[in-house]
């Protein structure tokens, strides 16, 4: 593989995400290409590989035989093991939000590429938005002591997620927030503790207070009819600070996460990469327990 090479990624998993966003992108290129796919499901692989003429790959082991990288479209129940052997293989890989179902599971995936030093970047899809890199730019020269934010969407209730097993199963917290907590923290700072209310299956809100003194609330629903919204709204001396992530153009969008996976593939580090994701699923994990125990709860790292 030479600089002037596209990047061979093979794809593991051959679900809707994976069809909608994923073999398309990958496929565009000109930074990579699709050179294989895997998955659980033989139907889906084959009917994705035959509309993108590419390989199945019988097993995840060849999968990685045929490829530079690997991106990854699974359930976060798989997503860890699959990483982890994706690391040891020394395949950089793009992986999906949530890292994993818990802490544990995503401390593994970061732990292993750690250890094998692969270039790796987190779909956090915003995040290689123009408008969200302009708002983020101009937030850290905002002085904001507090924020109002919201990712509300009717993806539950209808549409090609409205079936999926793990999102049922776990609710719009661990899908959708890794999304809006990412952003949020990301303009107003670290967050350090969590109170949260509401109901999994409807709507969860959320107080977030940040290594700053800044407070913020996150309202996160995915059975919301109407027009989906991802905003965010910052408050300070200075006035507020506004950002619709949904006014974005997803085809740039798509394009940028290509070419700065395809450069980290190539050994430039991502800032949003699977240590973000850890950190992002920290704060989600005391979201939950905070809604358990209907109280307050602390970010707590594996050194604190």
Do not use: Y
Request: with cysteine.
């Amino acid at each position: 593989m030479t600089v002037l090479d596209p990047i061979r990624v093979g794809l593991a998993g051959a679900g809707p995400w994976a069809r909608i966003a994923h073999a398309p992108m990958l496929a565009a290129g000109p930074e990579t290409t699709l050179a294989a796919v895997w998955s659980r499901n033989a139907m889906h692989s084959e009917e994705l590989a035959q509309h993108f003429q590419i390989p199945v790959a019988s097993t995840f082991d060849e999968l990685l035989d045929l490829c530079d990288a690997v991106a990854f479209c699974v359930a976060p129940v798989a997503q860890p093991g699959l990483a982890v052997r994706a690391a040891q293989r020394g395949k950089p890989m793009l992986l999906e939000k949530p890292l994993a179902l818990d802490l544990a599971g995503a401390e593994a995936v970061v732990a292993a590429i750690d250890r094998a030093g692969v270039g790796n970047v987190a779909v956090l899809t915003n995040r290689f938005a123009h408008p969200v890199r302009t708002f983020l730019a101009a937030a850290e020269q905002f002085d904001a002591f507090g924020a109002r934010a919201c990712f509300l969407s009717g993806a539950f209730s209808q549409g090609p997620f409205a079936t999926s097993p793990w999102r049922k199963e776990h609710g719009a917290l661990l899908d959708v927030g890794p999304h809006i907590f990412d952003l949020v923290d990301a303009a107003m700072g670290p967050v350090i503790s969590v109170h949260a209310h509401g109901s999994s299956g409807e709507l969860i809100t959320t107080v977030l207070s940040h290594e700053s003194g800044a407070t913020s609330s996150v309202d996160i629903c995915c059975t919301s009819p109407g027009t989906s919204k991802t905003e965010l709204e910052l408050f300070g001396a200075q006035g507020r600070l506004t950002l619709d992530a949904r006014a974005s153009d997803p085809a740039a969008t798509m394009a940028t996460l290509r070419a700065d996976f395809a450069a980290a593939c190539r050994g430039t580090w991502h800032a949003v990469n699977a240590a973000r994701l850890l950190h992002v699923q920290r704060i989600i994990e005391a979201a939950a327990r905070s809604l358990e125990a209907r109280g307050s709860h602390q970010i707590v790292t594996r050194d604190g």
